[in-house]
């Protein structure tokens, strides 16, 4: 079971980075301060380098820190950014569905994440601005079918009216404990025995008012506005 706690007093089991990528005005600090403190601003300004916040979640009774980093989309900066990749257990690759161009560059952004990242991580590709329904330029279609070459998860977002940004959030994290709890078994001499066998079950996502998103890192996940 994962939930959200908003004042957790308990020690940290997991601390869990995640970055934002993806070409600049896209939203990603919209959609980080949609999820991190439920808040949205017009007056957003772009972000200079690397900005992260934290979140605390638990899932199967574990303490989880979510770490989540903001980076720069803005080619000047990819230099700087590149170096946050490491030690990146989840990435978000977010694009405008009304600008065809900043879709077009996830390839450009999942290379260059797979260049520095761990093999590992968990990925998703989010369409952010579903709110802009008569703008869009990216046929969900479309999106779907990259997602699906690359073993991607994939949901459509609106950080604007909070539309699937807790389930965006919440999977990609629910995937790497899927991961991370995993290795742990593979680690593990007797897997048949201890309390660490139980966190190969299924982890049930609770967002209150949508829709659970589910599935794992071949089993892509779609949700569009």
């Not at 990528?21 to 919209?30: E, N, P, R, T």
């Not at 629910?174 to 709890?181: A, G, L």
Request: aromatic share 8%; proline share 2%; with cysteine.
């Amino acid at each position: 079971m994962l939930n959200y706690q908003g004042n957790f007093n308990s020690k940290i089991d997991y601390v869990f980075k995640v970055v934002l990528i993806g070409d600049s005005a896209v939203g990603k600090s919209q959609l980080l301060a949609r999820f991190a403190r439920d808040d949205f601003s017009l007056d957003s300004k772009a972000t200079i380098g690397v900005e992260f916040q934290t979140k605390t979640i638990t899932m199967d009774r574990k303490t989880v820190k979510a770490q989540i980093w903001d980076t720069a989309g803005q080619e000047r900066y990819r230099a700087v950014t590149s170096a946050y990749y490491r030690g990146a257990v989840g990435a978000m690759l977010v694009y405008d569905i009304s600008k065809r161009q900043t879709f077009d560059h996830m390839a450009k952004w999942l290379e260059e994440l797979r260049g520095h990242a761990d093999k590992n991580i968990a990925i998703m590709l989010v369409g952010n601005k579903s709110d802009l329904r008569t703008l869009r330029a990216v046929p969900t279609e479309d999106a779907k079918e990259f997602a699906e070459r690359e073993s991607l998860l994939f949901i459509e977002t609106s950080a604007l009216e909070s539309t699937n940004v807790e389930s965006a959030f919440f999977t990609v994290l629910t995937e790497i404990y899927r991961i991370v709890s995993k290795k742990t078994l593979t680690a593990n001499d007797e897997p048949e025995s201890g309390g660490n066998a139980s966190l190969l079950k299924g982890i049930e996502i609770v967002v209150p008012g949508q829709e659970p998103v589910s599935g794992g890192r071949r089993s892509n996940c779609c949700v569009s506005s």
